[in-house]
């Protein structure tokens, strides 16, 4: 088999990932911007034996998920704003519980119903902190179709290997848009599968007690092992604990599982960057203007560079200070009030040198809005 | 095998109150997986929050605790990915038909292969003592000091009109009617529905001057009559007992199977 | 098929909360709670081991044992 070419939304890449990834559950509901994913796979589970399923709402979707993912399938679900809001608690139970999970959100405008068909950046912090209480969280993004699908495939490599919800964070540009896609034969993308326990039957089997490694062997339901899966604050057999040594350890093991793995899950991509005295830092859809901008200033000599971020969270706040050590300004471009702009103010040495490149009408954000933007700072003047 | 072969013995005594109708509901359910000799490795038992949630605790099968009324969703989620599972639900009365209405019906339109139990005590247990869509109208609740005014749901009606092909209704104190009741509904291929009248004396009969665990029963025990019975054609307003729909119609994963055919033969074609 | 006879109540007093269920629908009134608010049996030979007590116990806390009759 060769590998495959194809012309197609960034809502079929992330498809094509999910399937390259090993996707073999879906539920969801239909939400523009993101209602595609569900239409693909509606039609394409089925062909591999997998299953689809629509459910009677946003909750329902994302419950089912982990439900299929303890019978040991390969899970996600698709939304966008709206039903990103109503998934929050259940998103909450998987990080609790350590489900893997892969949860798609193509981002539109809000608040509340918003604008729906329209392109926007601003769950930027709700897929960090949407659900309540402490826990960790990994979320993607992506700036074209050949990385929606490679971070999709990560999505659900990181979902297996951490025992975690993933949030893929895409925009209404990115999964509406019609670009190249080039999906790779089978095996040249690494595929993390699920790990499950060695334990014999009849041996006693502990679900939440981490290997030396950290990692968490799994038994699917309906195998020999019969454990107990809770929200509630829990021992290494999974049953409820309140022991106030329990429930602290868990707490800290569902937050350093994340923030200390860091480096390895930080994803991002350097754009004229070795030099650069004026660094862009964006993500999604707004990093395509950068790009374009900072490689038609390179042609007329200014050294202007991207930090293009691919794994939002947890933030990679030291691989940001560290690229932004020697810039005259950061400028961060987002399509939100600044919700990237506050975390790359507080990981730099110089917080007053950051500025924001911003758009939030619901219009893409173009080259020269922040060029604009650029000559100020430059002292040039629009 | 004998029940105890089926609990989780370290977990005993349970946490529910003393008289508590759902201890007698998990006996009865107990009875019922023992008389038909299932694997226990091959149920999963999903419940939601609540006083009745904790039963999932206390079972040697696959338990999937989950969060309040979402428990038909999870198990929608198990079972579509894995049918050769029986999948059991018990769920409370706000459990199953407050926060979790949405679902309740849903699960009850696709007929798909679950057991859902209603244990309906009339009443928010865990936090309290408030009322629930069960309740009915002049009750007593902690959020209803001068007498409840919301309309209860009939669980049977509501399960019947939502499309459920198994619907049985049986109380705490008839619990050799429920254990053959349970154990018809598991056999059943669709959505099952099982509501047993539960009695919280701690809540709702302290609240309603119902009396201790045992005069609970007896009011379960004279409020109710057998469908085709004649106390209930001379009583009409007795809450019936029985199996009110038992019928056979296409089942959703059974259904599913015949897309994953049709999906692969025009992949091959 | 031979008759039941009982051989003995096993009560879990560790499980046992004393709700006195098992008591109020004895159809024999084999049961009473004692000092400690525990089901014990005090009149076991009145027992026709329908086993009403232990499928309606909440507390899973009533095994009859019961052996055949012609066993002796």
Redesign the interface.
Known sequence: MSEKLMFVQGNEACVQGALYAGV??F?GYPITPSTEIAELLA?RL??K?G?F?Q???E???M???????????K?MTATSGPGFSLKQ??IG?ACMAEIPCVIVNVQRGGPSTGNPTHVSQGDINQARWGTHGDHGIIALTASNHQDVFRMTVDAFNLAETYRTPVVLLFDEVIGHMRERLVVPDPGVVPIVDRLRTSVPKDVDYHPYLPREDGRLPMS?????H???????FHDMWG??SNNPSVVQDLLRHLVDKIDTNVDVITRYKEHCLDDAEYILVSYGSSARSAIHLAKNRRQKGERLGVLELQSIWPFPAEMVRAKCANAKAVIVVEMNMGQVLTQVKAAVDQPNRVFLANRIDGKLITPSDIKGLLRVIQGKGV | MAIKDYLRERFFPHMWCPGCGHGTVLNSLLRAVEELGLNKSNIVMTSGIGCSARISGYVDFHSLHTLHGRALAFATGVKLSKPELTVIVPMGDGDALAIGGNHFIHAARRNIDITAIVMNNRIYGMTGGQFSPLSGPGKKATTAPYLTIDNEFDVVELAKAAGATFVARSTAYHCQEATNYLKQAILHKGFSVVEILSQCPTHYGRKNREGDAAAMLEIQRDSTARIGSKALDDNPHLIPRGIFVDIEKPEYCEEYNKIIDRAMKRKAS | MARKKLKEHLINREWCKGCGICVRFCPKNVLELDNMEKAVAVRPEDCICCRLCEFRCPDLAIEIVVEDENDE
């Open positions: 073999d559950f539920a039609a089925p062909e034996g299953k399923i459910m009677e709402d909750i329902a979707s419950c089912a998920i982990i439900g299929a993912s303890l019978t040991g399938h899970v608690e259940a139970y699917d339901f309906g195998g020999h019969r454990y107990n899966v809770t929200g509630l049953f409820p």
